[in-house]
C-alpha cells in the first residue's frame, strides 16, 4: 500500500469517527429548531458523498506503485 493509498484510509477513518462524535455530541439537544437540523443534514449528506469518492479513489491509488 503507498502512502496516498494509506492517507485516504486515515481520512475516510477520521471522518467517520468525526460524524459518530457529532452523533454523540447531539443526542439530547433540541437541534430543530433553528434550521440547524437542515445544516446538520446537509453536512452528513456532503460528507457520505465525499467517503464514497474517496473510497473510490483508494482503490485507483493502490493500483499506483
Keep these: 500500500m503507498n502512502a496516498m493509498s494509506e492517507?485516504?484510509?486515515?481520512t475516510v477513518e477520521e471522518l467517520d469517527a468525526a460524524m459518530r462524535e457529532l452523533r454523540r455530541?447531539?443526542?439530547g439537544i433540541p437541534?430543530?429548531?433553528g434550521g440547524f437540523k437542515n445544516t446538520h443534514d446537509n453536512l452528513a449528506r456532503d460528507v457520505a458523498?465525499?467517503?464514497v469518492h474517496l473510497d473510490s479513489a483508494r482503490g485507483a491509488l493502490r493500483e499506483q506503485k
Excluded: E
Excluded at 492517507?7 to 486515515?10: K, Q
Design 31 to 33: 437541534y430543530r429548531t
Design 49 to 51: 458523498h465525499l467517503t
Design 25 to 27: 455530541s447531539l443526542h
Design 7 to 10: 492517507a485516504v484510509d486515515r
